[in-house]
T-cell receptor, first 110, second 115 residues
Framework: EDQVTQSPEALRLQEGESSSLNCSYT??????LFWYRQDPGKGPEFLFT???AGEEKEKERLKATLTKKESFLHITAPKPEDSATYLC???????????FGKGTTLSVSS | DAGVIQSPRHEVTEMGQEVTLRCKPI?????LFWYRQTMMRGLELLIY????????DSGMPEDRFSAKMPNASFSTLKIQPSEPRDSAVYFC?????????????FGPGTRLTVT
């Protein structure tokens, strides 16, 4: 069964305290892994797509990496405005649905 | 572009009533997705349309749920009759291409409460 698991469920950081979020997946023939950010009361907002093991992408304080079994979202020197829920997702085998993890809720305090 | 537009933003209804959620995708996008988000189950795909045709409706919970896309700029998700367990946030998303390999743009969601 295609599955996406994210950890931790919640993460509290001090401003400037770097950390990583994990997304592990089980799907045959990975065709891409997506990271989204969701703010309270809003829809998810696209961040990155990774296609192959070893690929990395960066956006401001965020860097996403991909291996054959998992992806990491590294947050360097976070700021309070980085507080949000971060979701990862992979397409199912048929390519007709995105399977989302339950997300990691990040809180950054100043 | 205004992004994906959903209405209403909030809906409170009584069990047994019919509920209709509406979505206007981004102009020019060929794919449209309806999702449901709950604390217990997270974000789940209900149905996926490509070029107004339903491609994957395996996520539709049961016959009480139905979705239509009469044209490229409008889709509805209907629940009849509604039940308390249908309470959730329903999102519509659209993307340019076919399938799920393109970036999806989500609307602000409709928060449905069934009492």
């Amino acid at each position: 069964e295609d599955q996406v698991t994210q950890s931790p469920e919640a993460l509290r950081l001090q401003e400037g305290e770097s950390s990583s979020l994990n997304c592990s997946y089980t799907v045959s023939g990975l065709r891409g892994l997506f990271w989204y950010r969701q703010d309270p009361g809003k829809g998810p907002e696209f961040l990155f797509t990774l296609y192959s093991a070893g690929e990395e992408k960066e956006k401001e304080r965020l860097k996403a990496t991909l291996t054959k079994k998992e992806s990491f979202l590294h947050i360097t020197a976070p700021k309070p405005e980085d507080s949000a829920t971060y979701l990862c997702a992979v397409p199912n085998q048929a390519g007709t649905a995105l399977i989302f993890g339950k997300g990691t809720t990040l809180s950054v305090s100043s | 572009d205004a992004g994906v537009i959903q209405s209403p933003r909030h809906e409170v209804t009584e069990m047994g009533q019919e509920v209709t959620l509406r979505c206007k995708p981004i102009s020019g996008h060929n794919s449209l997705f309806w999702y449901r988000q709950t604390m217990m189950r997270g974000l789940e795909l209900l149905i996926y349309f490509n070029n107004n045709v339903p491609i994957d409706d395996s996520g539709m919970p049961e016959d009480r749920f139905s979705a239509k896309m009469p044209n490229a700029s409008f889709s509805t998700l209907k629940i009849q009759p509604s039940e308390p367990r249908d309470s959730a946030v329903y999102f519509c998303a659209s993307s340019e291409g076919q399938g799920t390999l393109d970036e999806q743009y989500f609307g602000p969601g409709t928060r449905l409460t069934v009492t």
